[in-house]
């Protein structure tokens, strides 16, 4: 992949806050000294190469949509017919293959909970499998942003503002924003366009959004395995409940820990509570930040798994607004 030193500049530092006016590229473009016209040819030849999946935005789980991760235990020789038959059903947006005996994990979204009930449902009756549904409890972060250098710690998650009233046009607004902005001069306006409404009061609707702390992020969304992040781990760990919030924002102060979550157990198969991503170029080097998180947030002593991950069968924005209501 042919990036020179402002592909990566673009990169690392518009992952969030992409500004929210009619030409949010003439403003990047600005603070990169250059064109408006050279920013969105560089995101037309990103989102080309795969380097980044979208310019769009990701939804706070469990506000204007539901979610949960989810594993199965695929027999031997039906890994990839069970990833199909994940695939296939509706919600599901993110599925990996990792190395455990549960070894296919993914994320299902939807409009509500009943939504993602349904299609775990679906997905084992179809497979046969029992469905692991490990739900969120508290995120510490999970909008997956961080420096391309390894080096940065994660934002604190933006808080929820309970005070912004929500409309009923909000859900597409942020499913439009999941699937991803077009590279263009008003990227709004074509939304806006899309969406039937006028570009300022979509502008506007995104604002409170972000204020809210509904939209997490916006910005240029990483497409970490093509850009050498091949290594990728979850590490999940056995807490008492009553140490997790102190040991999750530990975790996330480590540099190269990209996400960090507490989620429901199933206590008689999956006991682990806290779980955190880490992103490596090669696979020592992820177990080296393993290694510095489990000293910086005092994780020595507890139970823990690492599962890396070995195949990425699918990932897409989040189903928050079906399609026939967008």
Aim: with cysteine; hydrophobic share 40%.
């Amino acid at each position: 992949m042919d990036l020179d030193d402002l592909d990566w500049k673009l990169m690392n530092d518009w992952q969030r806050a992409l500004p929210l006016v009619p030409r949010p590229f003439q403003v990047i473009a600005d603070d990169l000294k250059t064109e408006e016209s050279d920013v969105i040819r560089r995101l037309k030849s990103l989102l080309d190469v795969g380097a980044i999946s979208r310019v769009g935005g990701t939804c706070r789980p469990n506000t204007l949509a539901a979610s949960t991760l989810a594993a199965v235990a695929a027999p031997p020789g039906y890994i990839e017919e069970t990833a199909a038959i994940i695939n296939s059903v509706e919600g599901v947006n993110h599925s990996y293959e990792r190395e455990n005996e549960w070894n296919i994990w993914f994320v299902a979204t939807g409009p509500t909970r009943s939504f993602v009930d349904a299609a775990l449902t679906q997905i084992s009756v179809r497979t046969g499998l029992r469905v692991l549904d490990l739900r969120l409890i508290r995120p510490f972060n999970v909008d997956l942003g961080f420096a391309l250098d390894g080096k940065g710690e994660m934002p604190a998650p933006l808080p929820v503002d309970d005070t912004v009233p929500l409309e009923a046009g909000d859900r597409a607004v942020m499913q439009a924003l999941s699937e991803g902005l077009e590279p263009v001069e008003r990227p709004f306006a074509v939304l806006a366009q899309t969406l039937g409404r006028e570009e300022t009061e979509v502008l506007d609707r995104v604002r409170s959004l972000a204020q809210a702390g509904i939209l997490s992020r916006i910005g240029l969304i990483v497409r970490h395995r093509p850009l050498g992040w091949r290594s990728n781990a979850m590490c999940v760990f056995e807490i008492p409940e009553h140490e997790i919030y102190e040991k999750g924002a530990a975790l996330t102060k480590v540099p190269g820990v990209t996400l960090c979550y507490e989620r429901r157990p199933a206590p008689d198969v999956w006991p682990y509570t806290l779980y955190c991503m880490i992103h490596g170029r090669s696979r020592a080097e992820t177990l080296d930040v393993l290694s510095l998180a489990r000293v910086r947030a005092t994780l020595t002593g507890y139970p823990y798994k690492v599962l890396f991950s070995t195949r990425c069968f699918k990932q897409t924005g989040a189903l928050i607004d079906r399609k026939e209501n967008a």
